[in-house]
């Protein structure tokens, strides 16, 4: 039996921010970020409590991070310190994630939370990516899949319900 999903699909525009991770970004409990993207794409689309706690005092904010291809949030501290932003307490984001130096991480600023996903060789390649819905046991599951239809930001996938029974 086949059972169709029609999946939101978020725009790679939407992550307008390019981190290409580095040797010490797998070492260190701190993610540099590239300090013009984040003013232009994240900091300016804050509210404006959250922008005035990391300008002001001891530029710090906590703020949401959300893995969009696995739907897991971190609540982490993101600082603005000597002409640079970073995300304090990263090893807890490594250490869910399989991240290797060289690989590309996209991030963005919606619904008051830091959004990220990580580029993957041969995928995104098409503007968007996709996730599954929340409730789908994804981490226990890997169902075989076929993509039947892409049109503008709607992906239709045709996945097998045997895949689905435990």
């Known amino acids: 039996m086949t059972k169709t999903f029609d999946l939101n699909c978020a725009p790679l525009d939407q992550y307008p921010v390019i981190k290409k991770l580095t040797k010490s970004d797998m070492t260190t409990s701190q993610l540099v970020l590239p300090r ?3 003013e232009e794409h994240i900091v300016r689309n804050m509210s404006e409590p959250l922008r005035d706690r990391l300008k ?3 530029g710090r904010a906590n703020i949401w991070v959300v ?3 696995n739907r897991i949030q971190h609540y982490l501290t993101m600082v603005d310190r000597d002409h640079r932003y970073s995300i304090i307490s990263w090893g807890h984001v490594r250490a869910s994630r399989e ?3 060289g690989q590309e991480m996209r991030f963005g600023w ?4 830091l ?3 990580v580029r993957h060789e041969g995928l995104y390649e098409s503007t968007a990516i996709c996730c599954l819905p929340l409730d789908c046991p994804s981490d226990r599951i890997k169902p075989k899949c076929s993509i039947s239809s892409l049109i503008g930001s709607r992906l ?3 996945l097998d319900i045997q895949d689905f029974i435990a």
């Open 36 to 38: 013009l993207s984040v």
């Open 56 to 58: 002001e005092g001891d």
């Open 67 to 69: 893995d969009d291809e």
């Open 99 to 101: 991240l290797r130096a």
């Open 110 to 113: 919606m619904d008051q939370k």
């Open 115 to 117: 959004h990220f996903i």
């Open 156 to 158: 239709r996938l045709d």
